[in-house]
């Protein structure tokens, strides 16, 4: 990668959102940081349906399987894993958008990146935290270029985008159709085969979502550059 390429630090609720939602972007910038917010196992051990879904008996297996489908996706595609200790939301967990938002910080500051991509925070509450505290972050953070993603397999619920670009809107945040630059040595078949490697890691979660569950994760990747307007006040409350 050149000096005046971004170095990538791609904000993931779980396990599997960045590649699913950035792959081909990744695959485009060798050695961008992959934060799994969401990565650890419960306390006690448990069993959920969703777990069920994708072929585990408890909560335990599925943290340490997922971790090695990660593993094996993120390297695929040259991204450094970063992971955070917080639960998600099927295992009864509920960090504070605080508590994220200072780990999320400290683990960007203790990266080298210079271009942040957080999730729009789409259907999942999880993806809804997590968004919630980037945008916590995001005035202070203002040496790095941000932009959102939109998550693959959520985006096509009808006005979910649109709800999300108003609130940035009453946010006091500006939100622009945009990508960060791309390693165009990478042609776009190249990138394309190289996410499907990516994304057929997540064997777990392939079968939990199903034949045809997961299409919209090979559709073209769409990004939106997000800033701080500074000629507009944050509306109350944000």
């Known amino acids: 990668m050149s000096e005046t390429s971004p170095r990538l630090f791609i904000v993931s609720p779980h396990f599997d959102d ?6 081909a972007l990744l695959a485009a910038h060798a050695d961008a940081a992959v934060c799994t917010v969401f990565a650890a196992p419960p306390e006690q051990d448990m069993h959920t349906e969703w777990d069920g879904k994708a072929g585990f008996a408890s909560a335990h297996e599925s ?8 593993n094996n996706a993120l390297s695929v595609l040259d ?4 992971r955070l200790p917080f639960r998600d939301a099927q295992y009864g967990d509920s960090p ?8 999320l910080e400290e683990a960007i500051y203790g990266s080298t990146a210079n271009t942040l991509l957080m999730p729009l925070g789409l259907f999942h509450d999880d993806h809804g935290r997590v968004f919630e505290a980037c945008c916590e972050i995001l005035p202070r953070l203002l040496h790095l270029e941000w932009f959102a993603y939109e998550e693959a397999i959520y985006r096509p619920i009808p006005g979910l985008v649109q709800q999300r670009l108003v609130d940035l809107t009453e946010r006091g945040i500006v939100a622009t159709p945009a990508s960060p630059a791309a390693d165009h040595t990478l042609d776009r078949e190249r990138q394309a085969w190289l996410k499907r490697e990516a994304v057929s890691a997540y064997e777990s979660q392939l079968r939990a979502f199903g034949p045809g569950g ?5 559709a073209p990747e769409r990004y939106w550059r997000v800033a701080v307007d500074r000629q507009r006040p944050r509306k109350a409350g944000h």
Do not use: K, N, Q
């Open 18 to 23: 960045a590649v699913f939602s950035c792959g």
């Open 63 to 70: 943290i340490r399987a997922r971790t090695v489908e990660d």
């Open 79 to 82: 991204a450094i894993p970063v």
């Open 96 to 103: 504070s958008i605080s508590r994220l938002a200072s780990a």
């Open 214 to 218: 997961y299409d919209d994760v090979f």
